[in-house]
């Protein structure tokens, strides 16, 4: 690994399969990383253990300590104020994580942290596809879906550092059940797992030929559906357009309420292309108040999975210079 000189801040990225760490610079470039399995159903002690000791190994390529200024988290549940994640869903660590405390016990510097979706939303702000955008709101359509509002260049906090849960608005009162205990959440129609929900639902209500037959629900992914649809199938044309016109419809509430430039999307869901940004594109316009309507973009972000971690390095250099 090569030795830097740059300022730098370590950002770590903890999702609940992978957790991301990197060494990022102030325009974004990321300087080195590390990626482990989170092993999420065994002992929080555990996940401290193996993450300090990645993060000794990080700062170790580090040309000298001094260069690291700050160090930003993002985490599913996380609360910022705290830097606790609270009741995180798919984590077997108890219902209220240290996570600050243990970084800060393996090195002292200013530890910024929030949840993932407000993190990415920042990432996106300072390095992505947001860049020069005042006001914005991010989706990240993957297994839930995540988002976070961005309100004259700053991230949207809430009374608690909870607001922007968009995935659990609802969307069809007593519909789907949902992870978090409510039912018809957006997230479970407007996500990777919401898509396959509708793909089966569709593929019970007729007898339509489609290769999405031959999946079990477990099997059945993402890029499955897409390739289907690219290839013209009947179900996962409509289950796309299904989709589309609920999240449309709830982006055109969100609309009223916030009047952001921009949607930008990220997320397994988002990669199928205009086989689904074309009808959301027309299911949003067409509930949209005719006043804002032609003047909300709907963006596909650029970054890779790979770069989680620029979320968190916009966090902590935010965090280190005010907003
Ligand atoms: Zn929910």
């Known amino acids: 690994m090569d030795k830097t000189t740059t300022k730098t801040v370590l950002a770590i990225d903890i999702g609940g399969t ?16 590390k990626v482990f399995n989170t092993k999420a159903k065994k002992p929080f002690s555990q996940f401290k253990e193996k993450l300090g000791k990645e993060i000794q190994l990080l700062i170790s390529t580090l040309y000298s300590p001094e260069d690291l200024m700050a160090i930003g988290i993002g985490a599913p549940n996380a609360d910022y104020k705290t830097g606790e994640m609270k009741y995180p869903p798919n984590f077997s660590w108890g219902t209220t994580v240290p996570v600050r405390s243990a970084v800060v016990s393996v090195i002292d510097r200013p530890v910024f942290m929030t949840n993932d979706a407000n993190a990415a939303a920042l990432g996106e702000l ?42 659990h608005v609802n969307v ?25 929900r509708t793909v089966f639902d569709l593929l019970a209500e007729s007898n339509a030929e489609s290769v999405l037959r031959n999946y079990s629900f477990k099997k059945l992914t993402g890029i499955a559906i897409s390739e289907a649809a690219h290839q013209n199938d009947v179900v996962a044309l409509e289950a796309f357009d299904r989709t ?7 982006m055109a509430d969100t609309v009223a309420h916030l009047e952001p430039e921009a949607f930008i999307l990220s997320g397994g ?3 199928a292309g205009d086989i689904f940004l074309k009808p959301l594109q027309k299911y949003m316009e067409d509930a949209l108040f005719s006043a804002y309507k032609g003047n909300v973009k709907i963006i596909l972000s650029a970054s890779a999975s790979h770069e989680a971690v620029l979320g968190p390095a916009a966090l902590a250099w935010q965090g280190l210079e005010g907003p």
């Open 172 to 196: 069809v009162p007593g519909g789907r059940q949902c992870n978090c205990g409510l039912k018809g959440c957006l997230e479970t129609y407007a996500s990777v797992t919401g898509i396959k």
């Open 244 to 250: 589309a016109r609920v999240l449309g419809n709830k």
């Open 269 to 271: 869901l988002s990669q």
């Open 18 to 33: 992978f957790t991301k760490l990197g060494l990022v610079n102030r325009e974004g470039q990321i300087l080195n990383s």
């Open 126 to 167: 300072y390095f992505g596809a947001a860049k020069g955008l005042d006001h914005f709101v991010v989706l990240t359509l993957g297994t839930g879906l995540g988002s976070g509002i961005i309100v004259s260049g700053k991230l949207l906090y809430g009374h608690n550092g909870m607001a922007g849960e968009l995935g």
